[in-house]
């Protein structure tokens, strides 16, 4: 996959991720272990394709590529959906966490490249 400066840390899968490459991971616990995002926890991009209880590399920082459950514009904040697809952030009711911007459009199912770094994306002003 597409890649610049790509920062990996390692983890363990928890459950089997070997159709996951691409999709967004969270922290499940303190024992070093990820899973699927299931919202608006995800932290890292999942970078290989492990089984449950193999090594996990998920990519914290740089620019990765990441599969995406809707249509997505470049400059896009990065946000995901249950089941750890990519989707384009909006300004909600509540703040909304994001794991990164898109530098790249793409359509529903297929991959963007993302620049990683966290951050919320403001309340609405009602």
Known sequence: M???????ESFVA????????GR????LNANFKVGIATGNDGFGVLNNAPKDGEPA????GGITMVRVGA???ANDAATC??????????????????????RTSAASGMLAAVKME???????VA
């Open 14 to 21: 928890s459950g089997d991720l070997s159709l996951c490459l």
């Open 118 to 124: 966290k951050f919320y994306l403001p309340n609405s």
């Open 24 to 27: 967004v991971v969270t922290a």
């Open 71 to 73: 249509a997505v514009n």
């Open 81 to 102: 959906a249950n089941s750890g697809w990519a989707l384009a952030g909006a300004v909600t009711a509540g703040k909304q966490r994001c794991f990164g911007t898109f």
């Open 57 to 60: 590399s998920v990519v914290t």
């Open 2 to 8: 597409f890649t610049i400066d790509e920062k990996t």
